[in-house]
């Protein structure tokens, strides 16, 4: 019963894995690829579950449990700062300037 978890717990957190990957290469925009982020996360997850399942409460079962909390912890943070370097770098500065707001009305 252990056995087949672990398969599927490595099976589902591959397959995040690769889904997120396909994900970063298909879409065109640095904001669209920021969304695929949250899946690989699961993924990453998903594994140390695995591992945690196959080696429970040992040296590598933790430490495998406390990289996935690092991963999910930091994450979200990363993507924040991805998107406002992107939006920096494209716009030249963070603050909505006065265009944006009358183009965002006509909308």
């Known amino acids: 019963m252990r056995t ?3 398969i599927v717990l490595l099976a589902l957190g591959v397959g995040l894995q690769l889904l997120s990957c396909l994900g970063l ?3 065109r925009d640095t904001y669209a690829r920021l969304h695929y982020l ?3 996360s699961f993924g990453v ?3 140390a579950a695995a591992i945690f399942v196959e ?3 040992s040296m590598i ?3 495998a449990l406390l990289a996935a ?4 912890a930091t994450g979200p943070v990363l993507v924040h700062v991805t998107a406002r370097t992107a939006r920096t770098r494209r716009h030249g500065g963070w603050a909505i300037r006065n265009d944006e707001k009358v183009e ?3 909308r």
């Open 38 to 40: 949250a899946a690989s």
């Open 25 to 27: 290469l298909v879409m």
């Open 61 to 63: 079962g933790e430490k």
């Open 55 to 57: 080696e429970p409460f």
């Open 104 to 106: 965002r009305l006509e």
């Open 45 to 47: 997850l998903a594994i």
């Open 4 to 6: 087949a978890l672990v």
């Open 69 to 72: 909390v690092f991963l999910l």
